[in-house]
């Protein structure tokens, strides 16, 4: 499934903490607030491919 390079996984060391830094600085709830804009755009997509297709299709909205 490819978790060896995913962040909890790693061990600790110089890469960890460059990727530890990365989150922090793009993901932090300071940062996190400019991004709305894009997970309403597409919790609108989502519902509205949802109404239309039904459950019988959920994979096929959620695999955008």
């Given at each position: 499934?490819?978790?060896g ?5 790693s061990g ?11 989150y922090?600085?793009?993901?932090s709830p ?6 709305q804009?894009?997970?309403l ?11 239309e297709?039904?459950?019988d299709?959920?994979?096929l909205s959620?695999s955008?």
């Amino acid at each position: 499934m490819g978790w060896g390079l995913s962040l909890p996984f790693s061990g600790y060391g110089k890469r960890f903490l460059k990727h530890r830094r990365l989150y922090q600085q793009y993901f932090s709830p300071q940062e996190v607030t400019q991004y709305q804009h894009v997970q309403l755009r597409e919790a609108w997509r989502l519902a509205l491919n949802l109404f239309e297709n039904g459950t019988d299709k959920i994979e096929l909205s959620l695999s955008r």
